[in-house]
């Protein structure tokens, strides 16, 4: 089992662009969340996706949207990008049936906007 | 609002020293609480949560209601041990995990 896989690795984009990050949970997850975690900080919850739903969102603008699909994977996006964008965004995987509540992570992908 | 402190940034221990890193939450009710660590170069893990009670490398954490604590123990540090631990609260409704700032801790020979 791989893991919770994320891609892509590292990306640089410029402001106004749009991004794409990309997750496939854990073998036997159903629910993927994201988070950001800026240089030096911890990570943030932007949402959390169960049942091709969003759970719950975190204090992040309308700019940052989410989907899952019905293979669990999940896709996070995020228009018009700011400098401030600039963070590694973190996936994570867990399952309702074996502890909803502990995360497995991805390595992240490191977004670089300029 | 809930929140999680973690006071120090950075925390440095001889090796076979005993090591705390303190953690601190503020909650309503039961929280659930987590500790998270990431190795160099490595992803973020779950190193133990309060309510399986068990000793994971060592360390154990004890939640302390009374003083809103759940710091994380090991009576004797390995130079393994260095690496970045976050204290974690799962938040009202149980969706939304809530990091404290991380401590860093490096372990000397």
């Known amino acids: 089992d791989a893991g919770v896989t994320q891609s892509p690795t590292h990306l640089i984009k410029t402001r106004g662009q749009q991004v794409t990050l990309r997750c496939s949970p854990k073998s036997g997850h159903d629910t993927v969340s994201w988070y950001q975690q800026a240089l030096g900080q911890e990570p943030q919850f932007i949402f959390q996706?169960?049942?091709?739903?969003?759970?719950q969102r975190g204090n992040f603008p309308d700019r940052f949207s989410g989907h899952q699909f019905p293979n669990y994977s999940s896709e996070l996006n995020v228009n018009a990008l700011l400098l401030g964008d600039s963070a590694l965004y973190l996936c994570a995987s867990s399952s309702v049936n074996t502890g909803a509540n502990v995360l497995t992570f991805g390595a992240g992908s490191r977004l670089t906007v300029l | 609002a809930q929140r999680v402190t973690q006071p120090e940034k950075l925390l440095s221990v001889f090796k076979g020293a005993p090591v705390e890193l303190k953690c601190n939450y503020s909650y309503s009710g039961s929280p659930e609480l987590f500790w998270y660590v990431q190795y160099s170069r490595q992803r973020l893990q779950l190193l133990l949560r309060h309510i399986s009670r068990e000793s994971i490398k060592g360390f154990t954490a004890d939640l302390n209601k009374g003083e809103t604590s759940f710091h994380l123990k090991k009576p004797f540090a390995q130079e393994e041990d260095s690496a970045m631990y976050y204290c974690?609260?799962?938040?009202?409704?149980?969706?939304?995990?809530?990091f404290g700032a991380g401590t860093r801790l490096f372990v000397k020979a």
């Open positions: 996706y169960y049942e091709e739903e969003e759970r």
């Open positions: 974690a609260l799962l938040n009202t409704g149980g969706f939304k995990t809530i």
